[in-house]
């Protein structure tokens, strides 16, 4: 099989690049792991939402449909968006299929599958990294007896109803699975450091703008506002109505029926909920010599500085500002395929 471009993902990132390699007239393939669309989405608890509205949380060419409550979209709805922006731009996915490696080949790449081996000028990472969930390591973990569960794998709070529960992490997954869990259990939030609470009125999309803002003025790393500050969203704001909304420094390590805080003291707990992110899933890529040691690829913008014809997009900062958001991907996106028109402009003309 062989394609001027395959795109690795066929998530929000991957959708985007497809609609862009679209209008440039390249042939290209998108591949996903997942037997269904969405990319992640799917993998959201079930009450997850975004917390920007549809029209500041849409992808390149269209705009995300408004709920009918005018609130924030739910999962479900992200994932409807999703399906059918692939199909409004029929953009040719083929799914489920894993890749096993990739490997230079001439002048581009082999991309070995479980579906067979594609023959590439050029690759795009668009993995992103829920397959790779992270869980620091604490002294005693393995000899914890209780439910250890990360962010990426939690659904609902009804198994741990009655329960003790650690959630652990200061970001907007952390505040928003303590506000849902709190009411059905005994909960700590436990965060390296207080959370930072963006002001009521401030939602996804202001954020975003401020922060753009500051990037283009050359203070991408001054402080706030930043993506990771928690927005006020509505089962937040109910949480801090309750008092639950407030944290812990960490505990020092596990025991097997609980944990040992910083002070020596002892508590008792069932369950640990590890809402402290992900890291890139690009072990495939391990046979071309990339890799960090932190699973990362050094990137100049998208493109792998090491290794010309292969792109990263959506990872994040470090592969393009917000481009781990639906709104933010689109500029990386765009910007990925110019590089890509321009490598295979002269196997074009020839």
């Not at 449909?65 to 739910?74: E, I, M, S, V």
């Not at 909960?187 to 002001?199: A, C, G, I, N």
Request: proline share 7%.
């Amino acid at each position: 099989m062989e394609t001027d471009v395959l795109v690795i993902g066929a998530g929000q990132s991957g959708l985007a690049v497809g609609y862009y390699l679209h209008r440039a007239g390249l042939t290209f393939e998108l591949v996903d792991d997942q037997p269904v669309p969405g990319g992640a989405w799917p993998h959201g608890w079930d009450s997850l939402r975004l917390f920007s509205p549809a029209d500041a949380s849409s992808l390149p060419g269209w705009l995300m449909p408004r709920p009918t409550d005018n609130g924030f979209p739910a999962r479900d709805a992200v994932i409807d968006y999703l399906t059918r922006y692939e199909q409004r731009y029929e953009l040719p996915v083929r799914r489920p299929v894993r890749i096993e490696v990739v490997r230079r080949s001439g002048k581009g790449f082999a991309v070995q599958t479980d579906a067979g081996t594609w023959q590439a000028r050029a690759v795009v990472c668009a993995t992103g990294s829920w397959s790779n969930p992270f869980i620091p390591a604490y002294p005693g973990q393995a000899d914890f007896a209780g439910v250890q569960l990360h962010s990426g794998q939690y659904q609902d709070a009804a198994p741990f109803s009655g329960q003790r529960v650690l959630v652990v992490g200061g970001g907007n997954s952390g505040a928003q699975l303590l506000a849902e869990v709190s009411q059905v259990a005994n909960t700590t939030w436990v965060t390296e450091k207080e959370p930072r609470f963006l002001p009521d009125d401030v939602d996804g999309r202001l954020l975003f703008t401020q922060a753009t803002q500051r990037y283009h003025a050359g203070q991408e790393t001054a402080p706030p506002p930043t993506l990771g500050d928690v927005v006020m969203v509505d089962s937040v704001k109910e949480a801090r109505s309750r008092g639950v909304l407030h944290s812990v420094r960490p505990f020092a390590r596990f025991t097997r029926t609980g944990v040992v805080w910083a002070d020596g003291r002892e508590e008792a707990v069932d369950a640990v909920l590890w809402c402290t992110g992900f890291r890139p899933a690009l072990d495939f890529l391990a046979a071309l010599g990339v890799l960090q040691p932190d699973g990362r690829v050094v990137t100049t913008g998208t493109q792998a500085t090491a290794l010309p014809g292969l792109w990263l997009v959506g990872y994040g900062s470090w592969t393009g500002f917000a481009s781990a958001t639906l709104i933010g991907v689109g500029r990386s996106a765009r910007a990925t395929v110019d590089e890509i028109k321009a490598l295979l402009a002269p196997t074009q003309s020839a």
